[in-house]
């Protein structure tokens, strides 16, 4: 990561040790020592929500044979003393609990809040652990309750000022569609794609219906935004006598209203026997 020194935050430059910036003081307060896992927890700020079983399984056989090579970085408990705050390394931490470990290696440092939150997206973000919706939700903790900007925060987490502005804007997405981007279902791509369009939920689900690709996606939400443009929305009696009808028989139906022009009903067959069956209840 090509970061220069000058833009670098307190909680990536402790990281890191470039401990000769201005205004920064090393914050280690002792270099590798072993923890008890019983006096390790979790952090309240950690970004990442989602940790995958199977991965975390195969790190503790890893773990079982070779060890834990990468100490955990922790901050002391705000609460209990005798306690640690997982900074970075909590997915270690869970695998080390599997392997029956009883104690865990760890640099302890002095970090705040803002320090803390930095180094927990920093280290998840160059692993790639982190979904891009808890990404985008660390970057506006950061903003909304830090009062980092965009530009700040952009040379501190070693991203662009416009990936930080993208991968935001995903949070004003339904939820359902932000789960299916954590969960691997669509891409944060797709998502863009259909951001815009009045039925992202609709959008979405036929992505992943019919496995589109992401150009494909934005060619379907271009399309969809010009129908509705074009098209005025159904009254909702008309709606109504549209389903009642398709319950009646058994197949779409489509009324189109033309106010004083009248209008049009449109039955829908996909095979001659589905004709016959619709003319044989008319006839009754």
Not at 59 to 71: C, M, N, R, T, Y
Not at 88 to 114: C, F, M, S, T, Y
Not at 206 to 214: H, M, Q
């Amino acid at each position: 990561m090509n970061i220069s020194k000058k833009g670098l935050g307190r909680g990536l430059s402790s990281l890191m040790g470039e401990t000769e910036v201005a205004d920064v003081k090393p914050q280690t307060i002792s270099g590798d020592v072993t923890i008890a896992i019983s006096k390790l927890k979790p952090s309240s700020i950690q970004p990442r929500r989602l940790f995958d079983k199977n991965s975390i399984n195969e790190l503790a056989e890893s773990i079982k044979s070779k060890g834990l090579v990468q100490p955990i970085l922790v901050r002391p408990s705000k609460t209990n003393s005798d306690e640690y705050e997982i900074i970075a390394g909590e997915r270690r931490w869970r695998a080390a609990q599997i392997a029956q470990l009883h104690e865990l290696p760890a640099v302890i440092k002095n970090l705040d809040d803002v320090e803390a939150l930095e180094m927990a997206i920093i280290e998840n973000v160059q692993r790639a652990d982190l979904s891009p919706i808890e990404e985008a939700a660390g970057y506006k903790k950061l903003m909304e309750q830090y009062n980092h900007t965009q530009e700040a925060l952009a040379p501190i987490v070693g991203k662009s000022r416009s990936h930080i502005a993208n991968i935001t804007r995903l949070l004003n997405l339904p939820t359902s569609i932000q789960d299916m981007i954590s969960q691997g279902i669509i891409t944060s791509g797709h998502a863009r794609a259909i951001m815009n369009s009045a039925f992202p939920e609709q959008l979405a689900k036929k992505i992943v219906d019919e496995n589109l690709s992401v150009r494909q996606a934005e060619s379907l939400a271009k399309k969809t935004k010009t129908q509705t443009t074009k098209t005025k929305l159904k009254p909702a009696d008309t709606i109504d006598l549209e389903q009642r009808l398709t319950e009646l028989l058994g197949l779409d139906v489509i009324i189109s209203d033309n106010g004083k022009r009248g209008g049009s009903i449109k039955v829908k067959y996909k095979t001659l026997d589905q004709l016959e069956l619709v003319t044989n209840k008319l006839k009754n």
